[in-house]
């Protein structure tokens, strides 16, 4: 995809860790990457959109995935995948100021942001693993 690099990729089946990294040069690469990316599992469908507007950062999930950890509510928790998480790094040039969850950490050089999701917040409330970060101008 144009506007990625430094792409890698590491999967741990035995543990059920995925890693998934690159830098992109503005959001519609990053949109575009993740497209690419989901469009391999016709099963996965559109996952999260990432936009930047006026400073903030913002990542959305779509709502067919909201949708599908609605449905399966029952059979993730039965086989115990509740207790899982999700984590996500972001890295900017500007220093960030804030973010709307309170699961985010902002590092020592403001530059970054470490964010750990339970698994059980998306079936509970989907909405509230939406992120906004907003960097200083």
Same mark, same amino acid.
């Given at each position: 995809?144009?506007?990625?690099?430094?792409?890698? %990729? &590491?999967? #741990?089946?035995?543990?059920?860790?995925?890693?998934?990294?690159? #830098? =992109?040069?503005?959001?519609?690469?990053?949109?575009?990457?993740?497209? *690419?990316? &989901?469009?391999?599992?016709?099963?996965?469908?559109?996952? @999260? +959109?990432?936009?930047?507007?006026?400073?903030? %950062? +913002?990542? /959305?999930?779509?709502? +067919?995935?909201?949708?599908? %950890?609605?449905?399966?509510?029952?059979?993730?928790?039965?086989?115990?995948?509740?207790?899982? &998480? !999700? *984590?996500?790094? !972001? $890295? =900017?040039? /500007?220093? @960030?100021?804030?973010?709307? +969850?309170?699961?985010? &950490?902002?590092?020592?050089? /403001?530059?970054?942001?470490?964010? $750990?999701?339970?698994?059980? #917040? =998306?079936?509970? #409330?989907?909405?509230?693993?939406?992120?906004?970060?907003?960097?200083?101008?």
């Amino acid at each position: 995809v144009e506007g990625i690099s430094n792409t890698a %990729f &590491t999967k #741990d089946y035995q543990n059920y860790v995925f890693k998934f990294s690159f #830098d =992109f040069i503005n959001q519609k690469a990053l949109n575009q990457a993740i497209k *690419t990316l &989901t469009s391999k599992n016709e099963r996965i469908g559109e996952v @999260v +959109s990432y936009s930047y507007s006026e400073g903030e %950062f +913002s990542r /959305k999930f779509s709502k +067919s995935l909201l949708d599908k %950890f609605s449905s399966q509510s029952s059979m993730i928790t039965l086989l115990g995948l509740h207790e899982g &998480t !999700y *984590t996500s790094v !972001y $890295k =900017f040039e /500007k220093p @960030v100021l804030k973010s709307s +969850s309170k699961a985010t &950490t902002i590092s020592s050089s /403001k530059k970054s942001t470490f964010t $750990k999701h339970k698994i059980n #917040d =998306f079936i509970i #409330d989907p909405k509230q693993s939406n992120l906004i970060i907003s960097l200083e101008q």
